[in-house]
């Protein structure tokens, strides 16, 4: 009896380590795999691998870094259930062949911000079809809010926690972090295939409900960018709102009233804001009204409260002359004589005066003066001097009119 209970125990015991060794390898062979299919767009350090008997995985102290930012998404675990050991060896075998119940749960996420994370927060003059959603932030009312903004508003980076459950009934997915507010999606019949992300919106015919709270960050921003943008509160709303309808104007849409008042409300107030949305239809499932039509809205609620008569209409798309000296930056010579106070440098050069005192005039007619922090290829960075301490300002070099360094006179 006892030689029989030891050989059990021993057998148990091999039983338990090989489980725990082909889950580890199948484990590292599916994260290469997927290395290999996101090879050109970032990097996965899948961290330590960990498993149970009742079906889960977790890997701890990862990342993932994203080639388009400067910084990488960490996580403390990374947890998916599968429900039993036996569905977990089989999505591990073939990921395509997940069980009809599952969960992916990200303990602990953290992104740091930088404030050259993004590319250039001023846009191009020439974008045919300039962003919907960009609130301006800056001197020059082209310059959009970007991470270094948010950073001198105090968020120096973004935590919290994040879930995905499949279920017979859809998808729920949710982030919630800790300085940004949260974002839930309900997608009721959606079955998420990881081997084809494209199929999900196929997967269903039911709308997704997408809920967003600010946490309070919308009022935050609202106040910040007014200040850095030398307007009161509410005329920076308009400017923005300005920006919005001419965006949807140059896709060929209109929006109604109700619309415009939410979306100056989200930005001035923010809150709660609930909406259904269908992304595989045209303009994600919003109601687009012709002279027909005169009964469709999107299914919006704010702060939890109905909002009716919120659609699209179809215009003819508005698309803006550019002048042609808008293109090509307009940068004077210097062969002109050294005087006491400005003189007029070329952007090419720029280099040379990191450091000194220069003022910038965009092709806008807004200036920009402060001290030169650094030069790129595509802009260039001006310090001003804001509440007793220094704001950096990024700069396209083509949209400068001109380039001028404040320099003493020689003798003439």
């Known amino acids: 009896m006892k030689r029989l209970l030891t050989f059990l125990v021993i057998l148990a015991l091999i039983g338990y380590l090989s489980f725990k060794g082909a889950i580890w390898w199948l484990a590292d062979q599916r994260l290469a795999d997927a290395q290999q299919a996101i090879e050109e767009l970032g990097v996965i350090d899948r961290g330590n691998i960990r498993s149970d008997l009742v079906g889960r995985l977790v890997l701890g102290d990862g990342s993932y870094q994203d080639f388009r930012l400067t910084r990488p998404v960490a996580f403390h675990r990374l947890m998916f259930n599968a429900g039993s050991p036996v569905a977990l060896v089989n999505a591990l075998l073939d990921p395509a062949d997940l069980p009809p119940h599952w969960s992916l749960v990200a303990e602990n996420l953290s992104l740091g911000l930088d404030t050259n994370m993004f590319r250039n927060w001023v846009t191009a003059a020439g974008e045919a079809a300039p962003a919907l959603f960009s609130p301006v932030c800056g001197p020059d009312h082209r310059q959009q809010l970007g991470s270094g903004d948010l950073m001198r508003l105090g968020v120096n980076g973004v935590s919290g926690e994040a879930m995905v459950i499949?279920?017979?009934?859809?998808?729920y997915a949710e982030l919630t972090t800790a300085n940004a507010g949260s974002v839930e999606l309900d997608w009721p019949g959606a079955r998420l295939d990881p081997l084809s992300l494209p199929a999900l919106s196929e997967s269903t015919q039911s709308p997704v409900t997408v809920t967003l709270r600010d946490g309070g960050l919308m009022r935050r921003v609202a106040?910040?960018?007014?200040?850095?943008?030398g307007v009161e509160t509410g005329e920076w709303a308009g400017i923005v709102m300005a920006a919005?309808?001419?965006?949807?104007a140059?896709?060929?849409?209109?929006?109604s009233d109700q619309l415009l008042a939410l979306y100056r409300q989200w930005l001035t107030e923010g809150g709660e804001l609930t909406l259904e949305l269908n992304p595989s239809a045209p303009a994600?499932?919003?109601p687009v009204r012709s002279g027909e039509s005169t009964d469709i809205s999107l299914a919006v609620r704010y702060n939890r409260s109905a909002v009716p008569d919120v659609y699209l209409e179809r215009i003819e798309p508005a698309v803006p002359d550019v002048p042609e000296e808008v293109l090509e930056p307009v940068v004077p010579g210097e062969s002109a004589p050294i005087v006491d106070g400005w003189n007029l440098a070329n952007t090419e050069n720029a280099q040379t005066w990191v450091g000194r005192t220069v003022r910038v005039t965009l092709d806008n007619g807004n200036v920009v003066e402060g001290r030169l922090v650094s030069v790129g290829d595509e802009r260039l960075e001006v310090a001003r001097l804001?509440?007793?301490?220094e704001v950096a300002y990024p700069i396209a070099i083509?949209?400068?009119?001109?380039?001028?360094v404040?320099?003493?006179g020689q003798a003439r």
């Open 244 to 248: 919005f309808r001419e965006s949807l």
């Open 166 to 171: 499949q279920s017979g009934d859809g998808l």
């Open 250 to 255: 140059a896709r060929g849409f209109g929006a």
């Open 406 to 408: 404040w320099r003493q």
């Open 223 to 229: 106040a910040y960018c007014a200040r850095e943008s």
């Open 284 to 286: 994600w499932g919003i």
């Open 398 to 404: 083509r949209l400068i009119a001109t380039f001028e």
């Open 386 to 389: 804001i509440d007793g301490g």
